[in-house]
């Protein structure tokens, strides 16, 4: 089973700032890293898949980085909307035994 | 418009059953895998179950393996989770998505709660 290990747990800033989020696999998947954005009683959201392709009507702010095992999700300026819990998540397994990273939530500071 | 919309959490005693259901809508049903992904409170998402477009191939994380069951309706545009022998573990909520390429889940439902207490 692929693990994957997201850092930091909590990450405190404010708005306008730059949030580097990063996501660390335990083995290889290629460039097969999503990223979702999750707010407190509402479903998850896709924002990234293969590491860095925005999906559809997410802002340009948001960036993803990364291939093998070392990802970055980039905030370039947060705004208000963007304070959330962010998970990474592997599809490079087969049988499709999907595995989501343990979050980081980003705070206001 | 895509929508998913997850129905049938309560709750249920240990070692009692509970079926979820998800309508879909906006898109066509047959041609998506299919997945149940759940949260239990103040935790991180897990994922439950995967199921192919034609329902032949199903697989489950490991915890709920013998004890639930992913199945699907084309006809009528719906995914089904059945639970049997709940834990107290189980208590999440549980969220119906679409699976683009079979592994990106590219479209959620609202989640429904499961709370499994005496």
């Known amino acids: 089973e692929i693990v994957l290990t997201q850092s930091p747990a909590t990450l405190s800033l404010s708005p306008g700032e730059r949030a580097t989020l990063s996501c660390r696999a335990s083995?290889?998947?290629?460039?097969?890293l999503a990223w979702y954005q999750q707010k407190p009683g509402q479903a998850p959201r896709l924002l990234i898949y293969d590491a860095s392709s925005r999906a559809t009507g997410i802002p340009a702010r948001f960036s993803g980085s990364g291939s093998g095992t070392d990802f970055t999700l980039t905030i370039s300026s947060l705004e208000p909307e963007d304070f959330a819990v962010y998970y990474c998540?592997?599809?490079?397994?087969?049988?499709?035994?999907?595995?989501f990273g343990g979050g980081t939530k980003v705070e206001i500071k | 418009e895509v929508q998913l919309v997850d129905s049938g959490g309560g709750l249920v005693q240990p070692g009692g059953s509970l079926r979820l259901s998800c309508a879909a809508s906006g898109f066509t049903f047959s041609n998506y895998w299919m997945s149940w992904v759940r949260q239990a409170p103040g935790k991180g998402l897990e994922w439950v179950a995967n199921?192919?477009?034609?329902?032949?191939?199903?697989y489950y994380v490991d915890s709920v393996k013998g004890r639930f069951t992913i199945s699907r309706d084309n006809a009528k545009n719906s995914l089904y989770l059945q639970m049997n022998s709940l834990r107290a573990e189980d208590t999440a909520v549980y969220y119906c998505a679409r699976l683009k390429g079979g592994n990106l889940f590219d479209c959620w439902g609202q989640g429904t709660l499961v709370t499994v207490s005496s």
């Open positions: 083995q290889s998947v290629s460039s097969y």
């Open positions: 998540q592997q599809r490079n397994s087969w049988p499709p035994k999907l595995t």
């Open positions: 199921i192919k477009q034609d329902g032949t191939e199903q």
